[in-house]
């Protein structure tokens, strides 16, 4: 894919873990949200792309905007995969806005993001108190036909499937669904580690190789997620949350330099 534009201005570059949203043709952002223009851009057809759906494009203009210090992606037009081209082409704007919630639909983690009762935007269900709709997102970035890439995993929370019951909107739920982010974050470390050591960096490695690394280790986190719902009953019994608490506190810790805040 070719990014076409340039920047009328730029911040400071977002981490990766810093949320871009994204703005599609038919939404409008409310006049209560203020914003800045930093460029108008777009993604066409470079010609011998080996990724161009939408959601590689997407993630291209992600990339953009976060070394431009934008925050925000407004779709101008989208262009349909067609007879000319198989890929998915958009024109589009960086954005800088004051608040990005409205157009977020999930949270990356990081040591800076808490958990907080905003996120639970799911409708509430009778067999739990809430629910934390966590997931380790695993793709192949960077890559060229014939050259190498690199392994990217991000722990996200999804809003839409997380819920709350009314009753139970407490600091001892919040606290126990903080831990299951902390585990989550836990888990893409280990993951991490063991594309590391598989030494992936190439698309046949990728395709090879990755989802049974991936199945082993989310099989071994949704494992855990399953001992702390039951030994905390699903975060009711406070004690045993302290306990789980201290002990994910130090596992974090041993494994720090492979934290998602220094990715």
């Given at each position: 894919m070719k990014i076409k534009g340039e920047a009328t201005q730029q911040f400071?570059?977002?981490?990766?873990?810093?949320?871009?949203?994204?703005?599609?043709?038919?939404?409008?952002?409310?006049?209560?949200?203020?914003?800045?223009?930093v460029g108008e851009f777009q993604l066409k057809d470079?010609?011998?792309?080996?990724?161009?759906?939408?959601?590689?494009?997407?993630?291209?203009?992600?990339?953009?905007?976060?070394?431009l210090g934008g925050n925000a992606i407004r779709i101008i037009q989208h262009k349909m995969p067609g007879a000319f081209s198989s890929c998915h082409q958009?024109?589009?704007?960086?954005?800088?806005?004051?608040?990005?919630?409205?157009?977020?639909?999930?949270?990356?983690?990081?040591k800076e993001h808490k958990i907080g009762w905003k996120y639970f935007k799911g409708a509430p269900k009778i067999e739990r108190p809430s629910f934390l709709c966590a997931t380790l997102n695993v793709d192949y970035k960077d890559h060229k036909i014939g050259g190498k890439g690199r392994i990217e995993v991000l722990?996200?929370?999804?809003?839409?499937?997380?819920?709350?019951?009314?009753?139970?909107?407490?600091?001892?739920?919040?606290?126990?669904?903080?831990?299951?982010f902390d585990l989550l974050e836990l888990y893409a470390r280990?993951?991490?580690?063991?594309?590391?050591?598989?030494?992936i960096d190439s698309q046949l490695k990728w395709q090879k190789f990755a989802e049974e690394i991936y199945n082993e280790i989310f099989n071994d986190f949704e494992?855990?997620?399953?001992?702390?719902?039951?030994?905390?009953?699903?975060?009711?019994?406070y004690t045993e949350t302290l306990r789980w608490k201290y002990r994910l506190k130090e596992e974090l810790a041993e494994t720090a330099a492979l934290s998602t805040d220094s990715i």
């Amino acid at each position: 894919m070719k990014i076409k534009g340039e920047a009328t201005q730029q911040f400071a570059p977002l981490k990766k873990n810093e949320a871009v949203a994204i703005i599609e043709e038919y939404k409008k952002i409310p006049d209560s949200i203020k914003y800045q223009h930093v460029g108008e851009f777009q993604l066409k057809d470079g010609g011998l792309t080996v990724d161009c759906s939408y959601e590689h494009v997407l993630d291209l203009a992600k990339t953009k905007a976060r070394k431009l210090g934008g925050n925000a992606i407004r779709i101008i037009q989208h262009k349909m995969p067609g007879a000319f081209s198989s890929c998915h082409q958009i024109k589009f704007e960086i954005l800088k806005m004051t608040d990005v919630f409205a157009f977020q639909k999930m949270l990356i983690w990081s040591k800076e993001h808490k958990i907080g009762w905003k996120y639970f935007k799911g409708a509430p269900k009778i067999e739990r108190p809430s629910f934390l709709c966590a997931t380790l997102n695993v793709d192949y970035k960077d890559h060229k036909i014939g050259g190498k890439g690199r392994i990217e995993v991000l722990p996200v929370i999804v809003f839409d499937c997380s819920y709350i019951q009314p009753n139970y909107q407490n600091k001892h739920q919040l606290e126990y669904n903080q831990l299951k982010f902390d585990l989550l974050e836990l888990y893409a470390r280990k993951m991490r580690e063991a594309f590391n050591a598989a030494n992936i960096d190439s698309q046949l490695k990728w395709q090879k190789f990755a989802e049974e690394i991936y199945n082993e280790i989310f099989n071994d986190f949704e494992t855990e997620i399953y001992y702390l719902e039951t030994e905390t009953n699903f975060g009711l019994e406070y004690t045993e949350t302290l306990r789980w608490k201290y002990r994910l506190k130090e596992e974090l810790a041993e494994t720090a330099a492979l934290s998602t805040d220094s990715i």
